[in-house]
């Protein structure tokens, strides 16, 4: 395991490093990179959390530009309600000029309710989260919610060894006009290789919406996900979501 985890971390640097090292220039197609650690709850272990850091790319594994740091302690309901509260810290720089370092700087609280419905084959996520923001000393407030689909194709259930395609679609709004702010959609196909480790690859497009200006922009996604395997769990169904 400890030998996978080495391999990962050095494969980001050296993805992190040739993208310092490219000539900037603008490009319709960027990068996602997200590993996630998580501890789910269960029947026997209510309390969970997890932890999660993501890169961002303007280009292709190329001109770096943004990275957020997060983390949340979580609550099981019961088994298909979990609340949540987390942090976070998210900076965004110039591609073309790293070195004067981040133009954004964020600092996020929220509150979210995840829902999750499994009919057979069909897994869904409805999510439901209220962000506090801190951008750059200024305070906003964001409402979000998110429906994610999950359907494994080699199994009825995504346990290890099971192939699966993840589609999402989600919505930010906040409490000023014009009160809608942003879309993200994105299709992924993942495979589950044990009870703990996850990979999913696809395709994302975030679409910001301002009283001026629209823009939208297709991205690479590539996500790396640990699920912790409590002793003495109760095995059940998890769905194996993006927590951004």
């Known amino acids: 395991m400890f030998k996978t985890v080495n391999n990962t971390l050095l494969l980001l640097f050296l993805l992190t490093a040739s993208s310092l090292a490219v000539k900037?220039?603008?490009?319709?197609?960027?990068?996602?990179?997200?590993?996630?650690?998580?501890?789910?709850?269960?029947?026997?272990?209510?309390?969970?959390g997890y932890s999660e850091l993501q890169t961002r790319m303007n280009g292709v594994f190329t001109q770096f530009q943004y990275y957020e740091a997060k983390a949340g302690v979580s609550y099981d309901l019961d088994k298909n309600f979990t609340a949540l509260l987390g942090t976070g810290t998210?900076?965004?720089?110039?591609?073309?000029?790293?070195?004067k370092g981040p133009t954004i700087n964020?600092?996020?609280?929220?509150?979210?309710?995840?829902?999750?419905?499994?009919?057979?084959?069909?897994?869904?996520?409805h999510r439901y989260r209220v962000e506090q923001r801190w951008v750059?000393?200024?305070y906003r407030n964001r409402f979000r919610y998110r429906l994610n689909m999950f359907?494994?194709?080699?199994?009825?259930?995504?346990?290890?060894?099971?192939?699966?395609?993840?589609?999402?679609?989600?919505?930010?709004?906040?409490?000023?006009?014009?009160?809608?702010?942003?879309n993200r959609i994105s299709a992924a196909l993942g495979y589950?290789?044990?009870?703990?480790?996850?990979v999913q690859a696809g395709w994302i497009?975030?679409?910001?919406?301002?009283?001026?200006?629209?823009?939208?922009?297709?991205?690479v996604m590539l996500m790396?996900?640990?699920r912790i395997s409590r002793k003495n769990a109760v095995e059940r169904e998890h769905v194996p979501t993006t927590t951004d």
Do not use: C
């Not at 929220?110 to 897994?123: A, D, G």
């Not at 080699?154 to 699966?164: D, R, S």
């Not at 589950?192 to 996850?198: G, H, L, T």
């Open 106 to 125: 964020e600092y996020r609280m929220w509150e979210q309710m995840t829902v999750n419905q499994f009919l057979y084959r069909l897994k869904f996520e």
């Open 224 to 226: 790396l996900m640990y």
């Open 24 to 48: 900037a220039q603008d490009s319709k197609l960027g990068t996602w990179g997200i590993a996630t650690v998580v501890l789910p709850g269960d029947s026997s272990h209510k309390w969970g």
């Open 205 to 219: 497009n975030q679409h910001n919406y301002t009283p001026t200006l629209s823009s939208g922009k297709n991205n």
């Open 151 to 182: 359907v494994p194709l080699n199994n009825t259930k995504i346990v290890a060894k099971t192939w699966f395609i993840s589609v999402f679609d989600e919505v930010f709004f906040n409490n000023k006009a014009p009160n809608f702010e942003r």
């Open 192 to 198: 589950q290789v044990d009870k703990s480790w996850i």
């Open 90 to 99: 998210y900076h965004t720089y110039d591609y073309t000029d790293l070195g």
């Open 136 to 138: 750059n000393g200024d």
